[in-house]
């Protein structure tokens, strides 16, 4: 029975039942026009999540880390300079990779707990009078730490230096949960997966592409095969794809956009941020402390909050989860033992969001945490019921 206990990790998400069986299809032939009929519509509706009209969408059969992958490899070449900041174990990760590709990685070391460096980026930027920076690269909600950036800020950032760079977004963990506009935003790049804010199994990477950025591609000399945009983009234009395409994650998708577009992308967005702030109530509450350093910064997705002093973050996500069967995100690199997550995006609803904060402040009293057991509960209680009417 607790396998209907909902997760509180931050991806893999939450699925509803509606894109569970949208997602058990039986095998259709991928070259038969049915196919093309399901796809081509998917990719045009993805344009309205990511808010953008120009960007080409690409579906490749992988996690969201092949998305940093295709980015970077069908756009730059060994040797190609990438502006890059690390706050936390995505952009960490994001780094490596690159790296891992021969690129030459100039890294901002941040506060995990901080976010995009819009200043120091324009002032490295503005130092750059050769143009040796290709690409900004920067992680929208760094899911380590629960902290969103401002992209709108990292982008009147490259404009203030008058430098061509381009600029590259991870929005893992925010797409279809929190706002994002890649045209708006002049994102050149902006990069998801299928089993975060989509509410989908793992299994997509879903990638926005500017016309810049895919004009850079005729340059780019990374070595590319499987994620190659040129191929890619020439086979979904006939409706197909140049390898075998994840057919039921695609029908999930479909069934994922429907779902979003009929509640309201503005309401989506609305209902994490109420939720959030509820959870927030509770991390205040328990006089604990978020790893985002400023309000502005707080994730809608997700929370990472330090336990007290003495006490360890493993040990209480490894007892919500031996003694209650539920699962919250650990800490992760510099948090790890320090923090703990909750994710609290996807396929969430207030009254879930309250379960989660009794599980692990049951957890949390067994432990000896210095807590009064109902006090987190209560202040997201009383959050939501004078916020009910709102959404
Ligand atoms: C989940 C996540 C990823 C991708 O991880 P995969 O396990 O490869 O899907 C990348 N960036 C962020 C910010 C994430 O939250």
Not at 78 to 106: N, T
Not at 112 to 133: K, N, Q, V, Y
Not at 259 to 287: N, P, Q, S, T, Y
Request: net charge negative.
């Amino acid at each position: 029975m607790s396998d209907q206990n909902p997760v509180f990790i931050p991806g893999p998400t939450n699925i509803p039942d509606q894109l569970r069986r949208a997602m058990n299809t039986q095998t259709i032939d991928h070259r038969a026009p049915d196919f093309v009929g399901v796809l081509k519509p998917v990719l045009e509706d993805l344009k309205k999540v990511f808010k953008t009209e120009t960007g080409e969408m690409f579906i490749f059969p992988s996690s969201g880390t092949g998305g940093w992958e295709a980015a970077v490899t069908n756009t730059l070449s060994p040797g190609d300079k990438v502006l890059v900041a690390r706050y936390g174990m995505f952009s960490h990760r994001w780094i490596d990779l690159c790296q891992r590709h021969g690129l030459d990685v100039e890294v901002i070391e941040c506060n995990w707990g901080s976010g995009a460096p819009a200043d120091r980026f324009e002032s490295r930027l503005a130092e750059d009078t050769g143009h040796s920076i290709k690409a900004v690269l920067a992680t929208h909600n760094e899911t380590a730490t629960g902290v969103r950036s401002d992209i709108s800020a990292v982008r009147r950032a490259i404009d203030a230096s008058n430098h061509p760079a381009m600029l590259y977004v991870d929005c893992v963990s925010s797409l279809a949960s929190i706002d994002f506009r890649m045209d708006e935003w002049g994102v050149d790049i902006a990069l998801s997966g299928s089993q975060k804010g989509f509410m989908l199994a793992t299994g997509m990477a879903i990638v926005a592409v500017s016309e810049k950025a895919m004009e850079a591609t005729k340059q780019a000399r990374c070595p590319r095969c499987f994620f190659d945009f040129g191929e890619m983009l020439a086979a979904t234009k006939k409706g197909g794809y140049p390898y075998t395409p994840p057919i039921q994650l695609i029908h999930g998708l479909r069934a994922s956009l429907d779902m979003l577009f009929a509640e309201g992308l503005d309401h989506v967005f609305a209902r994490h941020h109420r939720i959030a702030e509820g959870i927030r109530r509770a991390v205040a509450a328990w006089e604990m402390r978020l790893c985002a350093e400023s309000p502005d910064l707080y994730s809608d997705t997700v929370s990472a909050i330090y336990v007290p002093e003495g006490f360890n973050s493993d040990e209480l996500t490894n007892h919500a989860y031996n003694t209650y069967r539920v699962s919250f995100g650990i800490g992760l690199g510099e948090m790890a033992g320090k923090a703990f997550r909750i994710g609290h995006l996807g396929s969430m609803t207030d009254v879930m969001a309250l379960s989660g904060v009794a599980a692990i402040e049951m957890a949390m009293k067994d432990l000896n945490y210095p807590i009064e057991l109902g006090i987190g509960v209560a202040a997201a209680q009383r959050y939501y019921r004078e916020t009910v009417k709102s959404v």
